[in-house]
Nanobody, 128 residues
Framework: DVQLQASGGGLVQAGGSLRLSCAVS????????IGWFRQYPGKEREEISC????????DYADSVKGRFAISRDNSRNTVYLQMNTLKPEDTAVYYC?????????????????????WGQGTLVTVSS
């Protein structure tokens, strides 16, 4: 079975850091690009970062650029999202997703509809 297991969410004060992990099983990790999304209540999921299948290409939403960093460890079938200088507006449920054969990636509005597999969410709460 395909599984994407997102973890690492929690409660943090503004200005703090968290690292999210997305552990993948059930398919060939090396063949898939991975994206991170977040969702606010009543809103669509928005893509905030992506990394290509080789890790050679990454992209970020303007809202997180310079604060968040995505990376992947193909030996561990895991993608990470290092989140620094967190703000209360980063409070959301965070999801990871996989897309087959993604050589290059770009973050854009409405992209959530084209991803192949999804994990369950992990809640990030940033207190002011």
């Amino acid at each position: 079975d395909v599984q994407l297991q997102a973890s690492g969410g929690g409660l943090v004060q503004a200005g703090g850091s968290l690292r999210l992990s997305c552990a993948v099983s059930g398919f060939s990790f090396d063949d898939y690009g991975i994206g991170w999304f977040r969702q606010y209540p009543g809103k669509e999921r928005e893509e905030i970062s992506c990394i290509s299948k080789t890790g050679g290409d990454t992209d970020y939403a303007d809202s997180v650029k310079g604060r968040f960093a995505i990376s992947r460890d193909n030996s561990r079938n895991t993608v990470y999202l290092q989140m620094n200088t967190l703000k209360p507006e980063d409070t959301a449920v965070y999801y990871c997703a996989a897309m087959y054969d993604q050589d290059q990636c770009s973050v854009f509005e409405g992209s959530h509809v084209i991803w192949d597999y999804w994990g369950q969410g992990t809640l990030v709460t940033v207190s002011s």
